[in-house]
């Protein structure tokens, strides 16, 4: 016989019950822990685990079979779901990303949209402040998609620099064909040695029959960005924002001054000589508006049928007009018309009633649209009377007669 124990130590009859109901809470308290810990992967929170595969086909990049539900391009791919199915789910879920803020951007140029200020006059009215549920992402099951695949542009906006290449792009954006890098990537100016992989990889990613559309308008004047495209693929859609080559130089000028406010003025930066009313043309603010000498460039590698002009003057008059144009070139059904646009009296500018995923009116930010210093009116003469020759050889060349010189 065991000898009794000390009467501390001897069990109570409370003590086995307490540590079964223990044992049961730890139990509820685990699966608890483990569901809401599936939950959190699901809502795409969860950087470390891949997200559940459904099905997986063998193919590599472009292995998508259109029409059986298979997105194409990542190394996994969904094979469940209906096409119609996935497209819609992937729509919700990129409208939804488009809502968050913007990415700074690097050079500090290039402002993100912004947002419409309740007070701002001129607006459409009528639309409601975005609710919360309007942040929410459109729901954990849109994660399960391979969200399509990353391509290289098949369309890029090439130019100018202060043509109105932002308010392009962003309008674009709208069609729910067209995808697009907010940030310009500057590859085949200033990144051509990091590669076309990592090019693709900055590319939000598509479905078949979405376009992937960039731009850098320092493309335009980049000695060697016309063959550096074309070696890219020789299809691609080039459209070039061309404005007034002497609004565009003091476009220009005012954002350099606007950073570094102590330069000398636009009058003494035009000329090499004031007095023999030389134009100095090495300085980039009168080079980039020699748009003929420029285009010459681009012409050995692309027909011309490959490049669209867009008017940046009547981009801002008729926004929807030069959109259809846009539209029609990259192929894409005219979805953006001038239901999509207002005119805002504060911004002086076209502003989009909607930006795409959103329900409240959307101006460009404050860099594009400055107010531009009084140049002297004999410097502005003598400019148009430098650029009249270029701009002529330049309508001759595109088959448009832009206006400037009317
Ligand atoms: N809708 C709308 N809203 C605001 N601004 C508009 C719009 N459409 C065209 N623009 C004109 O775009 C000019 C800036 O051109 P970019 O976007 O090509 O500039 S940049 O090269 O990317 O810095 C900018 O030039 P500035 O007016 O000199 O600032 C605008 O005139």
Redesign the pocket.
């Known amino acids: 016989m065991a000898p009794p124990g000390p009467a501390g130590a001897l069990p109570t009859s409370a003590e086995p019950l307490s540590r079964s109901i223990f044992r049961k809470f730890l139990l509820v308290l685990c699966s608890l822990l483990t569901s809401l810990y599936v939950f959190y992967c699901l809502a795409e929170r969860c950087q470390t685990l891949s997200g559940p595969v459904v099905g997986l086909s063998g193919g590599g990049e472009e292995a998508g079979a259109p029409g059986r539900g298979v997105l194409a391009g990542g190394p996994r791919e969904l094979a469940v779901w209906p096409a119609a199915a996935q497209r819609k789910r992937l729509l919700q879920l990129q409208q939804w990303r488009r809502r968050r803020p913007p990415a700074p951007r690097g050079d500090g140029?290039?402002a993100a949209w912004e947002e419409e200020s309740p007070g701002l006059a001129g607006g459409p009215g009528g639309s409601g402040a975005g609710s919360s549920v309007a942040e929410a992402p459109p729901g954990t099951l849109a994660l399960l998609l391979d969200e399509g695949s990353k391509q290289l542009p098949q369309a890029i906006i090439i130019g100018?620099?202060?043509?109105?290449?932002?308010?392009l792009l962003e309008f674009l954006r709208v069609h729910p064909d067209v995808r697009a890098v907010g940030a310009?990537p500057h590859f085949f100016d200033r990144s051509y040695d990091k590669g076309l992989a990592w090019y693709r990889d900055l590319m939000p990613r598509t479905l078949e029959g979405q376009i992937t559309m960039e731009?850098t308008?320092s493309y335009f004047v980049t000695r060697e960005a016309p063959a550096r495209i074309s070696a890219m693929s020789k299809h691609t859609k080039l459209i070039v924002?061309v404005?007034d080559p002497v609004?565009r130089a003091?476009?220009d000028y005012?954002?350099t001054l606007s950073k570094r406010p102590d330069i000398p003025t636009f009058e003494s930066l035009t000329f090499k000589n004031r007095t023999t009313g030389l134009i100095d043309t090495s300085w980039s603010a009168i080079q980039i508006g020699i748009y003929a000498k420029h285009l010459e460039h681009w012409l050995r590698h692309f027909p011309i049928r490959q490049m669209l002009f867009v008017s940046?003057e009547r981009?801002?008059s008729d926004?929807a007009g030069e959109l259809g144009r846009v539209q029609d070139f990259l192929g894409l059904k005219r979805i953006i018309t001038d239901k999509h646009f207002y005119f805002n009296k504060t911004?002086g500018?076209?502003?989009l009633k909607k930006a795409e995923g959103s329900s409240r009116p959307h101006?460009?930010g404050k860099?594009?649209?400055?107010t531009?210093p009084e140049i002297d009116r004999e410097v502005v003469r003598r400019l148009r009377e430098f650029y009249r020759p270029f701009n002529l050889k330049f309508y001759q060349m595109t088959g448009h007669d832009f206006g400037w010189d009317g």
Do not use: D, M, W, Y
């Open positions: 140029e290039e100018v620099k202060k043509g109105g290449t932002r308010a310009e731009k308008p924002v404005r609004t003091i476009s005012t954002q940046g981009l801002i926004p911004k500018f076209p502003c101006c460009l860099t594009k649209g400055r531009h």
